[in-house]
């Protein structure tokens, strides 16, 4: 996510940190390379040069010029700077009733995946979605949302395949949906290749129909400078009220997250950051900034570690580490808990100063490797790894398809680890007694 961006605005405030005071020209020479950045990464033009000259403005400020830190105050105006341009504070869902979300966009951008993973979203904050087909242009539409509300758990509308008419088909799953259990209804539209009359048109009544709290514009990240032509088309014919970024995880630039929210002055409200149906989340400015500027996103860090672990097992862990008898059932439960955090790369990228490293890369193979051995082993043997012998190591290897070698390099780490732990429990231990003894 921005991870071009990312490197080069590090390596330029890094520079500019450098200096013990800073002036005019270091500055100019810095926005400079600043506008350079966000131009390769696909941000708009007008939206890359009002950005710069508004931190340049306030970075030429006696406060700063004089400031024990300059470089460090440039640092902090940039990220306002970029917190704003994101969307200042997070903007949550008017979900007043009848709560419905009109979604929109172009065909490719994820609509009918984002509505499914908007509906699961709203459904672990406590609400009932229902979700409700009206692409009925693109073949196979219907069946994709009516298989991906089936993968979350939530009741799915879907027309008549001989149904023509979008606004029928929206009064039809009105009247459906007064039969549900349901307090959000999401709406998923048609799309085209490109903006045209015909679509621009359906969705207009659709919406006047209708009449949705909230219209969100689906866009890829990766969209670039044709970024700002949709969201000001669609928000001039609609008057969308979010955005929902798809595929920032895979895009590098993501120059259309900066520029579509200036040019339409409405808050990305979630982007999908992955392709599970869970990886999905509310878009918070100040957080992503941070991350773009390699200062972390703990909180994000914290928020996802609550959601994914387990308090009981937590302390259960906690216990076994105390005590040194951390076995390989206790390593694979930790590995487990792990991945529920979602991808590594993603996990280290929320950590502050993780940014910069370039090199830094995750090796998902030897990662899925590891979990391969130790499935390989029986209960007993995870309990209790001392007993693999040579016999026992080489049928593991054959069962998890590694070599003996890369079963005796998890081993010898594993062994590491235990003794590490006990040599810190040991140390706990005498800290206690020596406590005692001064009382």
């Known amino acids: 996510m921005f991870s071009q961006l990312g490197d080069k605005l590090q390596d330029i405030f890094k520079d500019l940190r450098g200096h013990g005071s800073i002036s005019e020209t270091n500055i100019s020479d810095a926005m400079r390379q600043v506008r350079l950045a966000l131009l390769e990464a696909d941000v708009d033009y007008q939206v890359a040069k009002n950005f710069v000259a508004r931190i340049k403005e306030k970075a030429l400020g006696e406060e700063v010029l004089r400031s024990v830190t300059p470089g460090q105050q440039v640092v902090k105006i940039f990220h306002d700077e970029l917190t704003a341009l994101l969307g200042g504070d997070a903007a949550p869902l008017n979900l007043d009733k009848p709560a419905r979300i009109l979604i929109v966009g172009l065909n490719g951008a994820g609509k009918t995946t984002s509505s499914a993973k908007l509906a699961a979203y709203l459904k672990k904050q406590g609400r009932a979605p229902l979700l409700i087909a009206c692409d009925l242009q693109r073949p196979a539409a219907i069946e994709q949302l009516a298989t991906l509300g089936q993968q979350v758990g939530v009741p799915v509308y879907t027309p008549s395949p001989d149904e023509k008419d979008v606004k029928r088909a929206a009064a039809a799953s009105l009247k459906w949906a007064e039969g549900q259990n349901g307090n959000v209804q999401i709406f998923d539209t048609a799309g085209r ?247």
């Open 193 to 439: 290749q490109e903006i045209d009359a015909a679509l621009i048109e359906e969705i207009k009544q659709l919406k006047e129909f209708l009449k949705p709290q909230e219209v969100l514009l689906v866009a890829d990240a990766a969209t670039g400078q044709q970024a700002v032509s949709v969201a000001t088309h669609f928000h001039e014919a609609l008057g969308i009220t979010g955005i929902v970024l798809t595929k920032l995880d895979g895009d590098a630039r993501g120059g259309a997250a900066l520029s579509m929210r200036e040019v339409t002055q409405r808050p990305i409200k979630f982007a999908g950051v992955g392709e599970k149906l869970d990886q999905f989340e509310a878009f918070v400015p100040d957080r992503l900034a941070g991350r773009i500027l390699g200062m972390g996103d703990i909180v994000g860090l914290v928020e996802k570690a609550v959601e994914a672990i387990d308090e009981e097992e937590a302390a259960r862990m906690e216990q076994k580490l105390r005590t040194a008898s951390f076995d390989f059932n206790d390593f694979l439960a930790q590995f487990k808990m792990m991945r529920k955090l979602g991808p590594l790369e993603s996990i280290l990228g929320m950590l502050p100063g993780m940014g910069n490293m370039k090199d830094l890369n995750v090796d998902e193979n030897q990662l899925k490797r590891t979990e391969a051995i130790v499935l390989s082993m029986t209960d007993h043997e995870r309990r209790r790894p001392d007993i693999l012998n040579a016999r026992r190591r080489q049928r593991i290897a054959r069962g998890s398809g590694s070599t003996v070698t890369q079963v005796n390099d998890l081993l010898q780490r594993f062994n590491q680890m235990r003794k590490m732990m006990k040599n810190a429990g040991k140390m706990k231990r005498m800290m206690a007694q020596m406590s005692k003894m001064k009382s």
